[in-house]
């Protein structure tokens, strides 16, 4: 297999990856794809055009919206009058960032059952709820987001 097929293939896979993501459209997939693969140096958007076959105007949307949503960036270069773009220095912080706001949500979650489990078996002797999925839940994703906080450290700096 040649690079140029390697690398089709290679932004297909990260395309549909990105895709599970349920707010990123197949082609805004596949062009963040290029931009992780071509790296910080940027990408025209001639050449985003050119590798994925597609119409100027749609690549040109899904650029704006992906600069709008801070994922990807863009720059010029000095005697080039080209755009060039390039995925977000801070764009695996940010997606960690993500994460932790979601599993903070889910601790909050989490207490608010608990909470009500505690109430329930305080007024129920017989049939009382168990208590222990909520707290090793709580506690699993306070350690998670403790070592995603330490780790996140690394991208922010």
Not at 40 to 51: A, C, D, M, R, Y
Not at 67 to 93: E, H, L, S
Not at 102 to 107: A, D, L, P, Y
Request: glycine share 6%; net charge positive.
């Amino acid at each position: 297999m040649n690079l140029t097929e390697e690398k089709k293939r290679l932004v297909e896979s990260l395309g549909v990856y990105f895709e599970q993501d349920k707010l990123t459209a197949p082609l805004a997939g596949r062009i963040k794809a290029i931009l992780i693969i071509n790296g910080e140096h940027g990408t025209t958007f001639e050449q985003i055009v050119s590798e994925l076959g597609a119409g100027k105007s749609t690549v040109s949307t899904h650029l704006n919206n992906l600069i709008a949503q801070g994922n990807v960036q863009y720059f010029t270069k000095c005697g080039d009058r080209k755009r060039y773009f390039a995925m977000q220095p801070k764009y695996i912080a940010n997606k960690i960032q993500s994460f932790i706001t979601k599993w903070e949500n889910e601790i909050d979650i989490h207490k608010q059952i608990l909470n009500y489990k505690i109430n329930y078996n305080k007024t129920n002797n017989q049939n009382k709820l168990s208590l222990a999925k909520h707290e090793q839940s709580i506690q699993f994703l306070t350690d998670s987001i403790a070592f995603f906080k330490k780790e996140n450290n690394k991208y922010t700096e």
